[in-house]
């Protein structure tokens, strides 16, 4: 109707343009001016003329807060990967989703505030700046400018009172939930930061990583210096995979080392065993030789007797003297030496084999392969554990550029707190403005106060209802984060039959295939329980008990959480194959230390010796019975004859005789007896070296045992080691709870109280147009009678006297014939009306 009026008042005033031109916009403005009465009066019977549109818009708005929780969109697009998005082929699903998001979310509210704004604005911007170039005679100020009654008034200053305080309370929840989705959002670096901890933790924990997360110092530095004031064990925290590793590392070093230990100088014992037999050996034949040797003196001596005894009874039948000698048969004794130098022969061809078994095969080859085993593990554990050592460094970085992000984002939580503040501190004011210009509100319509309530209503009108389009613009925004977020965390995990049951995170790691040593990762398929992996799988163990080479065991760990049984990667801790070399070795070389066989027979050869060397060397012999024999004999032997003088000089020789059997005997009995220790000490260093040979034996299986024992426990210590509980944790905290939860429901929260915030604001808006709305017609007609009465509102701001009119024409001709003109036109008009 504005609009008409002053369409009218253009044409009438411009004489420039040709009657088929004024005729032309005459018609434009007739059929403005009675559809907007049409308008005016289909719903004047329920609403103020200026309402309508407000309420219509109020319900638009509150419909699209509740499009957020009742209209989906259709299918997320969970079977296309992120960086398909582009990928024509498969981007048409992708289009349609957002297309669908746009159409039935965010896009439609903000869509509502743009063709609001782009209709309402001009309205406002057409009658201030082309209605009102006078204020004495504007037809804004005149012809549209109500004279309310002290009820009306009051009633539109209680709504606007009430709507300010809504709308203040509105804003500042809006600003403080928006401060609070901010928080959520550091929040979530913060849990981020503490899964970036939890993963440094998972490579390496303890006193290395908290000096590195916490300082400048670099990290070659600080291991250095813990390595060399503690060892290699306390650089990370036992439950750590460079722990592990490190761990790993020492046991099979320790383990390793102990098994050359064993061989050398464990070893030397067998050797010095089999060294003092063979010297026993030597000594026990040559013992046996000697006393072959003293058993052959003592027959020569006791050949001598034999003759004189002989040669007594010769001479004098009546001696009849006995012939009672001692053994003269050393059989036995050459037997026996032949026995102890078979039994010697057989130690010595098998003491040469295991020596050489010790000395080149073991004691050379196995520990040249031991140390080449050992500079094997220790290479690739290390390398290993400065790969994930290095990762510390990434970590670090991450660490430091989220947590550069986390303090810039809670600096824009005061950021958008502060924006929020500023925008109340600016709105809420115009609304008081419009208050106030609505309070000041005067009945006279050419008034000073009228004229200034009208500058004041619709001013604040006109400006915030860029405030409405902010308020909707920010739901439209928040609505759309709202659904995609929602829509992503339904299918992070599970997606639908196009994604073939894959969710969001899986379909965008299916290409993505890693190698653990050699063996091939498929990550798409294990990554839904990697990410819902359960705490609870640790190691049991100390740095001291590491630095002892002790495995921690793991706890509580299975297929469900440890990521070595998981990823099917636990074969590659597995060390057997690098020390399988060094065993293999152990077990051949082993059986050829077995003495076994030898020393039976070598102790059976003694036992037989032992049993020849029992021979009685004094037989019969009885050298008293001999010596006094032949005392007696010499004694009564005469000496004066040639015979007497012959039995005497035999009877002396056989007393010498007997003191050389006696000495020889003497001699023979000391060193058989002396021999046949030595068959036994012999004996006994037979069994020493076959325990010696056997504890070496036992030693070398035993170590080879425990190796292959410690190899399993090294597996076993993986599955602890690698427990994925801190990423179930970090998916669960970072994604599940803070970002498909805190930030999702904050952002659902601003839209609800930024569509309530638009509606309560746009609805201000229209009260405050209804505050300056036009004139009804019973309020023109009593002040047309005032006028024809000559009353104070006949007199224009000129001084000039309205022309008096006695009945209304609604049409847009006779409305324009009505209108008053601003100067130069005015004094045109007043000239036309007096004539």
């Known amino acids: 109707k504005i609009c008409s009026v002053c369409i009218s008042r253009e044409v009438r005033g411009t004489k420039r343009r040709s009657r088929q031109e004024r005729v032309w916009w005459a018609s434009v403005s007739y059929v403005l001016h009675k559809g907007s009465t049409i308008m005016k009066r289909s719903v004047g019977f329920v609403l103020k003329p200026s309402l309508p549109m407000g309420l219509v818009g109020l319900a638009v708005l509150l419909a699209m807060s509740m499009v957020v929780q009742v209209v989906q969109a259709k299918e997320y697009p969970v079977h296309v990967r992120y960086k398909d998005y582009d990928d024509d082929a498969r981007n048409d699903d992708v289009q349609t989703y957002w297309e669908d998001l746009m159409k039935e979310t965010g896009f439609g509210g903000i869509a509502v505030g743009l063709i609001l704004s782009i209709i309402i604005f001009p309205l406002f911007f057409i009658c201030w700046c082309r209605c009102c170039q006078s204020y004495a005679n504007c037809i804004t100020c005149k012809k549209h400018t109500s004279k309310f009654g002290r009820k009306e008034k009051t009633a539109n200053l209680v709504i606007l009172f009430i709507l300010l305080i809504c709308i203040t309370l509105c804003a500042i929840l809006l600003g403080y939930y928006a401060g609070e989705s901010t928080g959520d959002v550091v929040d979530g670096f913060d849990q981020t930061i503490e899964s970036i901890d939890d993963a ?10 908290e000096e590195f997360f916490a300082g400048e110092e670099r990290l070659e530095i600080i291991r250095g210096r813990i390595e060399a004031e503690k060892g290699p064990a306390y650089l990370c925290q036992t439950n750590s995979v460079t722990a592990y590793l490190l761990g790993a590392n020492i046991s099979l070093q320790l383990a390793l080392t102990g098994i050359k230990i064993a061989i050398d100088p464990g070893l030397n014992t067998q050797l010095d065993a089999s060294q003092n ?20 003196s003592t027959s020569t001596s006791a050949g001598k007797l034999k003759q004189h005894i002989d040669r007594l009874n010769e001479l004098d039948s009546s001696f009849a003297i006995p012939t009672r000698l001692p053994a003269t048969d050393f059989t036995d004794f050459e037997e026996a030496r032949a026995e102890v130098d078979s039994a010697s022969s057989t130690m010595s061809a098998i003491n040469n084999k295991t020596r050489d078994a010790i000395l080149v095969d073991l004691q050379q080859t ?43 984002t809670d600096d824009a939580k005061e950021v958008v707190m502060g924006l929020t503040g500023a925008l109340v501190a600016v709105f809420i004011p115009l609304l008081i403005f419009g208050l106030i210009g609505t309070a000041i509100r005067k009945p006279n319509p050419i008034s000073t106060g009228c004229k200034t309530s009208v500058v004041m209503v619709r001013s604040s009108a006109c400006c915030i209802w860029f405030f409405v389009l902010f308020l909707v613009i920010l739901a439209g925004l928040a609505s759309i984060l709202n659904i995609f977020v929602d829509d992503s965390c339904k299918v992070l995990l599970v997606g639908n039959a196009k994604s073939g049951g894959k969710g969001l995170i899986a379909v965008n790691v299916e290409d993505k295939r890693f190698v653990v040593g050699e063996t091939k990762v498929d990550l798409s398929n294990l990554i839904v329980p990697v990410l819902t992996c359960p705490v609870g799988c640790s190691v049991n163990n100390t740095p001291e008990a590491m630095a002892r080479g002790v495995i921690g065991t793991p706890v509580n760990c299975n297929a ?10 636990e074969q590659e801790f597995n060390f057997s194959e690098v020390i399988q070399p060094a065993v293999q070795e152990i077990q051949k070389n082993k059986d050829s230390l077995s003495i076994t066989q030898g020393v039976g027979n070598s102790t059976a050869a003694l036992q037989r010796a032992l049993s020849l060397l029992d021979l009685d060397l004094q037989g019969d012999y009885d050298s008293q019975f001999y010596k006094e024999t032949f005392n007696n004999i010499k004694a009564n032997a005469d000496d004066g004859t040639t015979n007497g003088r012959e039995i005497i000089a035999e009877a002396e020789g056989g007393l010498v005789a007997l003191d050389e059997i006696d000495a020889s005997l003497v001699r023979a009995v000391t060193l058989q007896n002396d021999t046949k220790a030595r068959v036994e000490g012999t004996i006994e260093r037979l069994a020493e070296l076959e325990v010696v040979t056997d504890a070496s034996i036992a030693s070398l299986g035993q170590q080879a045992v425990n190796l292959e024992v410690l190899t399993a426990k090294i597996l076993l210590g993986s599955y602890g080691a690698l427990q994925c509980g801190w990423i179930g944790k970090a998916y669960q905290k970072v994604l599940g709870d803070t970002l498909c ?9 601003v839209v609800i109280l930024a569509s309530m915030g638009a509606a309560l604001v746009y609805l201000a808006v229209f009260v405050l147009i209804h505050a300056g709305r036009a004139r009804s017609a019973d309020e023109e007609q009593e002040e047309m009678k005032e006028v024809s009465r000559g009353g104070p509102m006949a007199q224009n701001d000129g001084g000039a006297m309205m022309a008096p009119t006695a009945t209304r024409n609604p049409g847009a001709f006779h409305v324009i014939a009505e209108m008053s003109f601003p100067d130069p036109f005015c004094a045109k008009k007043r000239d036309h009306n007096n004539n």
């Open 366 to 408: 196995t520990v040249n392969e031991i140390n080449a085993n050992a500079r094997d593990v220790a290479s690739e554990v290390n390398e290993l554990a400065d790969s994930l050592l290095e990762k510390l460094k990434d970590l670090s970085s991450a660490r430091k550029d989220v947590v550069d992000t986390r303090n810039d």
């Open 560 to 569: 469900d959480n440890s990521l070595a049984l998981m990823l099917g990667i």
């Open 277 to 296: 037999l063979t010297d026993s050996f030597e000594i026990t034949s040559n013992k046996v030789g000697e006393l072959i040797q003293s058993g052959t």
């Open 200 to 209: 440094g933790k998972f490579l390496c924990g303890g006193q290395l990583q």
């Open 741 to 749: 939860n805190q930030v999702n429901d904050g952002f659902y929260t």
